[in-house]
């Protein structure tokens, strides 16, 4: 039987910068002779996409049906991309996995206890890191077709106006920044460019 | 002596709280959930049960599973194309769910409303659990749980639902639960899984005491 690979977690919010600290990633888990480690993104069930092409005109969701949306794209990819990897024993980064969901749905106020029980059907990923959150040009700023949290802030502002985006935004770096303190997770640093 | 800073202002702040839900409760609407088998003329009596609602003066608006102008389109196209597991099924509907309850059924429920339901929660708990899922997830995954003030629940034999079905159309792939049973006949799959699915719908019955309704009489099924 195969050695039962790697699940990396990476979190973040999502755009540029999630994607930079995933090829960082990747060159760091890489071993000799190796491929890198493949990278599975959020969305990569397309829900996200056909949500979005379809929902001009039509009422924003909750955190809570965000996060049920999350979860089901999730369990996809855990079908089709991360859990075949680990059988074949190789590393995988899931970009982001379930600590995003987490800090997200903390920050909106939803109950841990709800949000851990709603993703116990995911696997505890090996390792835990971050994307840098830093100051970061416009034109790099995470969009709603590259970012669950960005989606997220364009659903809860087309919604009764109830949802303060900003101090949800606040809420969630904290919440990995409480990760990074406990030791839980650390920071993806910056490696030499390669050539 | 205000032993604790801020105690009585806290306590002044519930008791308008409480008075407030107590108020809104009052004038809160009817949730009226129909529940059963496919084939078991819910839908039928539904429209029959809502006519006449609105002869006796009720607001009344329908909600039907599976209906968000956001998410059903989603879970149709992954339907057509039988790209779904049990929790992936599982989740989008519950997403589905949660974003009529936010955006039609309680908003309604509040104005006073009733609403008639043409399958509710039990629906998802009844078919996610005959896909083998855990009953203590699924109500985890559907909290927080809003209960109907009434459930009328229609109860038919498998061999019934099978011949009311099999009178009109084959059933399609998840609803023959082709995806469980692996059979490829979808009459033979939908007996095999409407057994389960039923199975399932009793024991919520009686936990959830459901209006029970003998469905069983040929008359209980629209004829046009």
Known sequence: MANQGRLIALEGTGGYALAQAAKRLQRQLREPRKPAPPVCTWDASGIFHEIREGARGIPGTSPRTLLLLYAADLAFRLRWQIRPALESGITVIAAPYLETAIGFGRAAGLSSSWLKDLLSFAPAANGCYRSPEGATSVAKMPKASDSFLEFGFLQLRNTDGRWNTDEIRAGFIAHLAGLENKGKCATVMALKPTK | ?224
């Open chain 2, 1 to 224: 002596m205000n032993i604790i800073p801020g105690f009585e202002r806290r306590r002044r702040i519930s008791k308008q709280i409480a008075a407030l839900i107590e108020k809104r409760q009052e004038k809160r609407g009817l949730l009226i959930a129909f529940e059963g088998p496919d084939g078991s003329g819910k839908t039928t009596q539904r429209k029959l049960f809502k006519q006449w609602l609105h002869s006796e003066g009720h607001d009344v608006t329908t909600t039907k599973w599976n209906s968000s102008a956001l998410i059903k389109p989603v879970v149709k196209v992954r339907k057509q194309v039988r790209a779904l597991s049990a929790e992936e099924f599982c989740l989008l509907h519950a997403a589905d769910y949660r974003y009529r309850m936010d955006s039609e059924i309680l908003p309604a429920l509040w104005e006073g409303t009733t609403v008639v339901a043409d399958r509710f929660l039990f629906t998802a708990l009844a078919r996610d659990a005959a896909r083998g899922l855990e009953l203590d997830w699924l109500l985890k995954v559907y909290s927080p749980l809003f209960w109907p003030d009434l459930v009328f629940y229609f109860s038919v034999s498998p061999e019934t639902s099978s011949q009311r079905i099999a009178a009109d159309r084959d059933p399609s792939y998840y609803e023959a639960g082709q995806d469980i049973t692996q059979i490829d006949n979808p009459l033979q799959s939908y007996r095999t899984f409407i057994t389960r699915v039923i199975a399932e719908y009793e024991a919520l019955a009686g936990i959830f005491k459901f209006v029970t309704i003998d469905a069983e009489q040929s008359d209980m099924i629209s004829t046009g």
